[in-house]
């Protein structure tokens, strides 16, 4: 009988490409791939355009925004300072934000962390699109929030939110004395030999980076402009597909965190009635043909991407988009 490995990584990685080519016009922004099965790369490829002005194309190793999918580096950068003692789950956020309203007494780092603290998010405030090409510091971003009411009692609902992310990188900074952007540098990046991972404006490589679109009817347009002070610790993350893999390999490995946090991390939180909210530390939880899929998606102006691993199979898939939609 045939193994099922004896159906040769080259077919599976024909297929895939044919899957790819088809989705991106070589005209138009692309994106880049990546798929990885047992820590080898199946197929690593770019489609499409990084710049519609000098037609230059896409290159696999094209530096790309991640969006939202900053959120589990932040999260990981959290659970080190739990394993460090010098921050716990349970801690409100009035212990790091004296100011803080007396909501900020019933919210803690995990709630933040969950998507439940029901504080509103700062993205979804009106005017916010208008105000985010300022760059902002950290404490005013926190202040245009923080007496904001509660939309729910913290624990008892799930409500995506940027402002929660935002805290925690504030928080962070707080308990290590570092910038979120050194932070993750020296702590994370460094270490995986990511080097071309990096807070935006504060990059590490020479590495070259795509150029990010906005679809305007049939064509494209650069997309709009934002300061990355305003994403910050919930989105402000620049990448390659090759570090996405570096960085699944890593967490395949067990490095960075013990074996119980990397479980924590990828355990949905459940609600206080006991309901699952499929959303663990960073990471969506849920299924893909009837095995675990842990991912993650991410869309910022210019950028599309999304993320997921399969830890039963081990396999990982990365792609960033350079169109936002």
Do not use: C
């Amino acid at each position: 009988k045939m193994k099922p490995s004896a159906v040769s990584a080259a077919a599976i990685a024909q297929q895939l490409d044919q899957i790819g080519a088809g989705y991106y016009k070589a005209d138009q922004p692309g994106a880049t791939v990546i798929v990885m099965k047992d820590g080898k790369t199946l197929l690593r490829k770019a489609y499409g355009l990084a710049n519609l002005s000098n037609k230059e194309a896409l290159q696999a190793d094209h530096v790309m925004r991640l969006g939202s999918i900053t959120k589990q580096f932040t999260a990981v950068a959290i659970l080190q300072l739990v394993e460090e003692g010098k921050i716990a789950l349970n801690d409100p956020v009035t212990k790091f934000f004296p100011d803080y309203p007396e909501t900020g007494k019933t919210v803690t780092i995990e709630h933040l962390l969950t998507h439940t603290s029901g504080i509103p998010s700062y993205t979804g405030k009106p005017g916010f699109v208008a105000k985010s090409v300022k760059d902002i510091s950290v404490s005013e971003m926190v202040d245009s929030f923080k007496n904001d009411a509660l939309e729910f009692e913290p624990g008892t609902s799930y409500k995506y939110n940027n402002s929660g992310y935002f805290l925690l990188g504030a928080i962070i900074e707080k308990v290590s004395g570092e910038t979120y952007a050194n932070y993750v540098a020296k702590r994370i990046f460094t270490p995986l030999g990511m080097n071309n991972t990096a807070h935006e404006g504060h990059e590490r490589s020479q590495q070259a980076r795509a150029q990010g679109y906005s679809q305007r009817g049939e064509g494209f347009d650069p997309s709009m402009k934002i300061s990355m002070t305003q994403p910050y610790a919930a989105g402000s993350l620049t990448s390659t597909v090759d570090d996405l893999a570096k960085w699944d390999a890593a967490i395949t490995a067990g490095k960075l965190l013990k074996a119980d946090s990397w479980k924590r991390a990828f355990t949905s939180y459940k609600l206080k009635n006991g309901q699952d909210t499929n959303y663990a530390y960073g990471w969506g939880v849920g299924q893909f043909e009837g095995q675990p899929m842990i991912s993650h998606g991410g869309g910022i102006p210019g950028f599309s991407t999304y993320a997921l691993r399969l830890p039963k199979d081990q396999v990982y898939v990365a792609v960033l988009h350079n169109a936002d939609r």
